[in-house]
């Protein structure tokens, strides 16, 4: 008897893992594992939500034109060249089922986002790993690793898990250096937490090239990844392609109003940037206080850090995670990305910090 067989080169598909959101013990646990915004969204999007829940019989507005027109008009950016999806995921994994054949490659970054080999791999691409440089995207080793069949380059910038991020003068490189049928995707998931509009550049070239993509999301700065909204911008072509196979109704009725008003409170945005900034400097300066005993942190551009642990004693990666977690704190051990002497843990409130940061003192000694 033969059984329906997936594809193989879904079958080489690992899947993508989520932070931890669950102690063993039950207790509710500080979760630094996600680097979701520790104070959530605007009160005005949750204002939205509830006032919403009466609409809720209606399809949403697929185009997302209301929300587009909105967020358009935050970054000087034309609607129609604008696509909003199921979070900026949903967007990512669409570029390389348009773009790529079977057989083409896609590369990224070495320690890296999970989700582009997965979503190279479900187009029947393969996903190149070009090695970085302490943690940071190197354009010389991204730029060599590119191959005649390469349809797609992927840039999180800041990068997630390491939090570093290369300069506007770097970007501008990369793209310089990549072939014009070449898609560079600038993703600037984290892009809020850093105090210029459009830090690296990524926008205004995704608005003048013909072979650049941005994404962003409201799933971390503007606290609604249980929404799952996230948008990208780029030229009018690709834009119609994306349109073309996003779902029909990507977005909820309810998560595209409560994006809308958490746009609208940029005052909210501000202070939560704001928050972060002091928060991840009292972070790094806990764990960069450690150094004698073997710990690191390495510079980060956005909401966590990714700190680096000796290889053995008890501020190893495996037994300090563990140790977090007998103290209720979940953070983020990635040693199938190739880090398993690194933690990376989201900055959170003053108070979810001063534990995290206990928890650490006690840890060392
Ligand atoms: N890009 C990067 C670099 C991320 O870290 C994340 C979230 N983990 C995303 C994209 C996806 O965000 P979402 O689908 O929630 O918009």
New binding site residues.
Partial sequence: MSLPAPNPWIAAITPYE??RARLASGRTPIKLS??ENPHGPSPAAIAMIRAHAHGIHRYPDGAATSLRAKIGFVHALEPDRIVC??????L?QLLPLIYCRRGDSVVHVRH????YPIAARRAGAEPIAAPDRDYVADVDSILAAVRADTRIVFL?N????TGTMISRAEVRRLHAGLRSDIILVI?Q??AEYCDAPDPDGGLELARTMPNVVV??????IYGL?GL???WATGPAAIVAELNRVRAPFPIASVSLAAAEAALADQEWVARCREANARERARLVAAIEALAPQGLGAVPSAANFVLMTCPETGPLAAETLKAGFEADGILVRHLPKQGLPHGLRITVGTAEENDQAIASLRRQAG
């Fill in positions: 989520p932070g996600a680097n999806g199921t979070g900026s995921d949903e990512l890296g986002f999970m989700v999180a800041p990068n997630n898990p993703d998931a984290y994404t962003r999301t409201f799933s971390k990844g799952r909204v996230g």
